[in-house]
């Protein structure tokens, strides 16, 4: 199943060349690092050897070597040489252990590993002299080379001793760190830390093992027909997750965020996170997790998530989030890393992130590496990762030889210089000591570390399926073999530790422990203290009418937010573009009389996000380019010309009582989004903002809106804020440029079509398509001021950034004023009107140019849908009302919009506007736009003006006799 990467007996000439470089690079370092001296203190953490092959790893004994202190040492020469040959066992001893529980992988023997040959590395001579007896010469260890607690050993024992660290149980890899301090840390740990586990410490393996392996087998028993993805077969990872928590919350770690697939969650839930089992058979048996008071639609078993406490004695318990997650394999990765780096950086929490990834999952999914890029950037690191692989050595039903091109599922870890750790699942001394290892690097380091646990599936995929279809020869071992949990059970049994009464009363205890569970399961009442985030915010965000708060703010102080942001050090030299085009541009703007003060787009962004920083909220806005803005508009950030020193804007605004962040994020939506999403769930006083270059890139984030934000809330009454900005604009960028597909994100709202207004107030997102300045101020201000969280989705401008006509006067900012669903026409109703065009977004400015333009105001009336979803039913028809009282018959009643027919907002309005035509009396919906298309839009020029010239026409054909309408291009 492990692909082997080192040529056993093979070409030489490679292999030397790769010995000979090792053997140059750590005369090197030891050169200035090590001075020889005839005897060195013992180290004080060093203990015994490892256990020799064939031993289980938990029972090692210590049996420290002897020195003699009239031996001669070896010349500095020869211990260069040494030093080469321990580097080479560092480096390639992975080869050689024994890390497959079913013996599929087979180690390769040392002897046969070309850069462990003490040969290659001209120590032959010495280790036949010391094989006969002949020399009386040893090294000097204990400072770059460890032995147990010796400082003198010979090469014999110095080989034995690597052998028993590198070639066991455990495959190591981390010589490929960029840091040498880590590299030796690492080396010194290992060859150092090798005592057995202490009897309380296998007591507690054995019990959370033996616990796990019940509860998989009474599922079994009870609910045959459910698909659990049980630990069978790798039941170490209970005791891995016990040792991180534990050693978390030695070093001083009170906060904990998990995401993690389906394999091993309810064990893990019901057992060391003392999840009640009956919320489990409950949830089996049909019923929902949510509280009765939470309107909802839950989720499938696999998904749950908690909250909980685990106390492990020191100073203050660990509170512990395992996150809902998806099918979608590893998307909760950037969701978990987002809410950690948010309970870091604005609640001040001593937080830690751990990953459980599967197998193939961690090699596959592009998510993954999304994650990873982002660990050690300034606004997305946690100070590193604990990620464990639990390795069945089977995708579904595909082997590793088919599902990666690495000898191991963690080596995509080496793209951050990340250790890392393989171990076998039934050597469970092993695993818990490079758990320990991995997590003690992790809070040392703070850098991301991986630990692939390598155990099997006892049944397939899930328990209803069968493997032997695909792997009958792996499955027939796997029958054949007694469980492991019962295995160490009769261990410590012949060791003395424990008898068969004690496991018998163990068994018994746990049995009787879940049939009392299974027997109040029917009458359980899922109990809001386990759910994540906020659940008082899910309850009020489904009692309450959607209503809209007013969201002005005082216009004074909106014009000293206007002055700040632009307010740069005195002697800060800006680009002159920027100083006079943006700078004095808007100084300028806001200086004039009152009645002349107008607001455009990017100005109207400020305001809003400077007025929340002085009323206390934060506000996070992370996108590619973000700082600058993509088209050059915002410039939240500017860039001495002379210094390159940074300035940001609102880093003294008066009376701010905000955090303000803004990140320019790496070339990522999957990723960055998701982390996004996690950082808006850890805090709802945080305005989060996820801005796309261009819309048309979302659907690489699709995954996180159809299974996070859409449905976050439903599924797991977890509120999330998270505004999304998606440029959008059908202005002949083509393809790729052109459209946020606006039709999706409608299409995943939950409003009824036949529905009244009441259940609109169970709205999951909101949807809107503002085409003022002073819209978008409110739409971001609202976000915060509504008593509780919804998603939002922004059908951003393109060109009305810098449209003459898309202003707002600060009045329409001021107190008492508020976002507003539908924007009347400018023109008044006039009894002559004929025709009603109902729009959304920026097409409006061209129909109002074009119906000025052919004199036919009195004739058309044009209604602009500012917000599509939750559908402003009420809103519109109170906008109709005046056209009625004016006695307006309109003959027809036509929806226009720029976008392709299957595109836009024409599928999910259409049926929606049938009550409103109904109300004026008129039969049917005219469509007016472009016909549908599988692109988003055309990438010839000259076809894209014919096609917008005919949308126009389209839109007033009929009104002046002769006039018809145009057919497509």
Not at 13 to 38: E, P
Not at 828 to 855: S, V
Request: with cysteine.
């Amino acid at each position: 199943h492990f692909q082997q990467f080192s040529v056993v007996g093979g070409s030489k000439s490679l292999h030397y060349l790769n010995a000979a470089a090792a053997v140059r690079q750590f005369s090197k370092l030891s050169q200035h690092k090590t001075t020889f001296r005839k005897s060195r203190p013992a180290l004080s953490t060093s203990h015994g050897p490892h256990a020799n092959k064939g031993q289980n790893a938990d029972s090692i004994s210590s049996s420290p070597y002897s020195t003699n202190s009239t031996q001669q040492l070896h010349s500095k020469e020869d211990h260069r040489k040494m030093q080469a040959l321990v580097r080479a066992w560092r480096q390639y001893g992975h080869l050689s252990a024994t890390i497959d529980p079913l013996d599929i992988q087979q180690p390769t023997d040392p002897a046969k590993v070309f850069e462990l040959k003490p040969s290659v590395h001209g120590l032959q001579d010495i280790l036949e002299n010391e094989k006969n007896g002949t020399s009386d010469k040893v090294f000097e260890v204990g400072l770059q080379v460890h032995v147990g607690g010796k400082t003198h050993a010979t090469l014999t024992e110095i080989i034995d001793c690597m052998r028993k660290v590198y070639a066991n149980r455990t495959a190591a890899q981390f010589y490929h760190l960029d840091s040498l301090k880590e590299i030796e840390w690492i080396g010194k740990y290992m060859e150092s830390n090798v005592d057995p586990l202490t009897d309380d410490e296998r007591l507690r393996v054995h019990r959370l093992m033996l616990e796990s392996q019940i509860f998989d087998m009474y599922l079994h028993k009870k609910f045959p027909t459910t698909k659990r993805y049980g630990l069978e077969g790798s039941e170490a990872f209970i005791p891995v997750m016990d040792t991180i928590l534990r050693y978390f919350n030695k070093n001083g770690y009170d906060d904990v965020v998990l995401g993690m697939p389906h394999r091993g969650r309810l064990n893990l839930l019901t057992g060391l996170f003392q999840y009640p089992p009956r919320a489990m058979f409950s949830k089996i048996q049909g019923n929902s997790e949510l509280p009765p008071e939470i309107f909802g639609t839950g989720d499938v078993l696999s998904h749950i998530g908690i909250t909980t406490e685990m106390d492990y004695g020191y100073n203050s318990p660990i509170s512990l989030s395992l996150l809902n997650n998806p099918s979608h394999l590893e998307a909760v990765n950037p969701v978990a890393t987002g809410k950690c780096r948010a309970r870091i950086h604005l609640k001040g929490k001593n937080s830690a992130t751990v990953l459980v990834h599967g197998d193939s999952a961690i090699c596959s999914q592009g998510v993954v590496t999304e994650t990873l890029q982002l660990s050690n950037l300034p606004h997305f690191t946690v100070g590193g990762t604990v990620h464990v692989i639990v390795n069945n050595q089977l995708g579904f039903t595909t082997t590793p030889k088919h599902y990666r091109s690495t000898r191991y599922s963690g080596d995509i870890g080496k793209m951050i210089s990340a250790p890392i750790f393989t171990v076998n699942a039934e050597h469970i001394g092993d695993v818990v000591r490079v758990v320990k290892l991995a997590t003690e690097y992790k809070c040392r380091f703070k850098k991301d570390v991986f630990v692939e646990i390598v155990g099997y599936r006892r049944y397939g995929h899930n328990e209803l399926d069968e493997s032997a279809f695909t792997q009958p020869l792996m499955y027939r071992n796997i029958r054949s073999r007694e469980r492991f949990p019962d295995v160490y059970s009769k261990m410590l049994i012949e060791g003395g530790l424990i008898s068969q009464e004690h496991v018998n009363q163990l068994i018994e205890t746990r049995l009787n422990f879940l049939d009392q569970e299974f027997d109040e399961s029917s009458t359980y009442i899922p109990e809001k203290k386990y759910f994540l985030g906020n659940i008082e915010d899910s309850h009020r965000s489904n009692n309450v009418r959607l209503d809209i708060p007013a969201t002005g703010y005082d216009i004074a102080k909106l014009k000293e937010i206007g002055y700040d942001s632009v307010n740069l050090p005195s002697d800060f030299q800006a680009h002159p573009r920027l100083q006079k085009g943006h700078i004095e541009a808007r100084v300028k703007r806001l200086s004039v009389g009152n009645e002349d003060q107008t607001v455009d787009w990017a100005l109207s962004e400020a305001l809003a996000m400077g007025s929340l920083l002085q009323e206390g909220y934060n506000v996070r806005l992370c996108g590619q380019d973000a700082s600058r803005g993509t088209f050059s508009q915002r410039h939240f950030k500017f860039i001495d010309q002379e210094t390159e020193a940074r300035h940001f804007i609102f880093s003294k605004l008066p009376g701010k009582r905000g955090q303000f962040e803004v990140v320019s994020s790496p070339l990522s939506e999957y990723g960055v989004l998701g982390f996004e999403y996690g950082f808006s769930i850890a805090d709802s006083k945080t305005l989060v903002i996820f801005e796309n270059q261009f819309g048309d890139f979302q659907n690489c984030a699709q995954v996180i809106f159809d299974n996070f934000i859409a449905n976050g809330e439903d599924k797991w009454a977890l509120a999330s804020g998270i505004t999304c900005l998606l440029p959008h604009g059908m202005d002949g960028a083509g393809p790729d440029h052109s459209s946020s597909r606006v039709e999706r994100y409608l299409q995943m709202c939950n409003g009824d079509i036949n529905t009244s207004e009441a259940y609109q107030a169970r709205a999951n997102m909101y949807v809107v398509n503002p085409s003022t300045p002073a819209q978008y101020f409110h739409l971001l201000r609202r976000q915060m001021k509504q008593p509780f969280r919804k998603p939002l989705i922004v059908v951003a401008p393109k060109t009305l950034l810098r449209h003459t006509m898309a202003q707002s006067s600060l009045a329409e900012m001021g107190p008492g004023s508020k976002f507003k669903c539908v924007l009347g026409d400018l023109v008044p109703p006039n009894a002559e009107m004929k025709r009603l065009i109902l729009c959304t977004g920026k097409i409006f400015y061209d129909l109002h140019k074009i119906r000025e333009e052919r004199g036919l105001s009195k004739n058309v009336a044009i209604i602009r849908i500012e917000e599509l979803s939750p559908f402003p039913y009420v809103n519109l028809e109170e906008e109709l009302q005046p056209y009625i009282d004016a006695g307006v018959r309109f003959e027809s009643v036509v929806w226009a919009q720029e976008e392709h027919e299957n595109q836009g907002a024409y599928t999910y309005v259409g049926p929606r506007l049938k009550r409103l035509l109904r109300i004026l009396n008129v039969k049917k919906l005219d469509y007016v736009g472009r016909r549908s298309l599988s692109s988003s839009a055309v990438g010839n020029a000259k076809v894209h003006k014919v096609e917008t010239k005919r949308v126009f026409n389209n839109a007033f054909a009929g009104l002046v006799e002769g006039d018809v309408e145009e057919e497509s291009v």
